[in-house]
């Protein structure tokens, strides 16, 4: 395994840098998306060879060797079809990937286990993160299984489920007086002055690295199969690059001749990647906030290799509205039993307007990346329990 620079190209190997490219990150300023954000390269032939129907190992595909794991079980969850919800929606092959049952509760926790590993391997017992919320409560159940510690920045309105996973945990909780992207600032700092590894979602790249697992695991799920479409709920990009990534991989291998459309949702307040992928001008959210808190952010951190994602995936990127998404949250329940986080279902928010660019017959992945337990504030004022 070794790196390569996602703005120069250049290459690095695995010890000789730890989070983005050194030559295009110097200019990089707190408040914009990270530059020279690194990908994990692999000797795709080999995994070519060993990767089969009757071999189907995600860990061929791992930046980490498995003797670093923790003992974490995440992953592996459902994917599968509910005909009541292609039903309603005039989809014929909808398919779910229900990333809401891992251990923490969200998507987050395969990163975190990758970074985790990654700190076994390089021996050190300190992780630090900025977070919205689940970035940290999955960091925090982490670190507490690999017996390490956990060192959270996060905005102080944090969803109560999320900030209380954390203590349960027992993770060192800094509450910022601020943004996500204030927290995100200050996690910088704490690492740059302190010791600890830094697990900022595309500031590590391991990040990218762990959430390429689900990807992987759709197209084992899938009889070795790629879907034709996948919808993600995007806030920084670093899941829809980890999914873009899976299947680049798969792809380098000689496994697949074809890439997944990948269709970029997100908040119509929080919409900084949207816009640069309609416009191709980058520019910050102004006002990020929405009811799907795990999507809000004014300086998504890896807005550009989002954006590159999505287009070399011959994908397109579409925006929903909170009344939207709240609709969608209860529809996505009574049709399959499962209750989401406001951030993830904006997928189905989403799927509901797309009818023109979407082939209903083709297969659909919504991707769900959150429990609904986690965030109960939203949906409880739009239910008439209070
Ligand atoms: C973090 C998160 C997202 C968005 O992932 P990004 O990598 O920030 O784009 C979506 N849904 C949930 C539940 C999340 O926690
Ligand atoms: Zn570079």
């Known amino acids: 395994m070794y790196y390569e620079c996602s703005s120069c190209s250049k290459t690095y190997k695995r010890d000789e840098v730890k989070y983005l490219c050194p030559d295009c990150s110097v200019d990089y300023k707190p408040g914009e998306p990270l530059k020279g954000v690194l990908l994990a390269k692999f000797d795709y032939e080999y995994i070519g060879k060993k990767f089969t129907k009757d071999n189907p190992d995600v860990n061929l595909f791992s930046a980490v060797e498995e003797k670093y794991f923790p003992e974490f079980k995440c992953g592996n969850t459902p994917f599968l079809k ?138 084992i799920q899938n009889g070795f199969k790629s879907p034709d479409a996948i919808l993600v709920p995007v806030g920084d990009g670093v899941i829809i690059s980890g999914i873009y990534k899976a ?7 000689g ?51 989002a954006a590159k994602s999505v287009k070399e995936s011959d994908g397109f990127s579409v925006t929903v509205s909170d009344d939207e998404i709240m609709i969608a949250q209860r529809e996505l329940a009574m049709a399959t039993g499962i209750f989401a986080e406001p951030s993830c279902s904006t997928v189905l928010a989403a799927l509901k307007k797309l009818k023109e660019q979407l082939n209903p017959k083709e297969q659909i992945v919504l991707l769900i990346t959150g429990s609904g337990l986690k965030d109960i504030d939203a949906p409880l004022k739009y239910s008439h329990l209070n």
């Open 247 to 253: 299947f680049y991989d798969l792809k380098e291998a």
């Open 82 to 219: 509910f005909t009541k919800l292609n039903k309603q929606t005039g989809y014929d092959n909808l398919w779910i990937k229900n990333d809401s049952l891992n251990p923490s509760g969200s998507f987050k926790d395969r990163a975190s286990f990758l970074v985790v590993a990654e700190s076994n391997r390089i021996k050190e017992d300190t992780i630090v993160t900025a977070s919205t919320g689940n970035a940290a409560s999955s960091l925090a159940a982490v670190c507490a299984a690999a017996d390490k510690k956990a060192i959270i920045f996060v905005p102080e309105s944090a969803p109560k489920a999320k900030l209380l996973q954390m203590f349960i945990y027992g993770a060192d909780v800094r509450k910022v007086k601020g943004t996500y992207d204030d927290a995100f600032r200050l996690s910088l700092e704490y690492t740059e002055k302190n010791k600890g590894l830094n697990r900022n979602t595309a500031y590590h790249p391991l990040t990218i690295e762990g959430k390429k697992s689900a990807g992987l695991e759709i197209f």
């Open 255 to 305: 496994i697949i001749s074809k890439l997944p459309k990948l269709i970029c949702v997100q908040a119509e307040s929080s919409n900084a990647i949207h816009n640069f992928i309609q416009t191709g001008i980058y520019k910050n959210a102004d006002n990020p906030g929405t009811v799907a808190d795990s999507i809000s952010v004014s300086a998504p951190s890896n807005a550009y290799m």
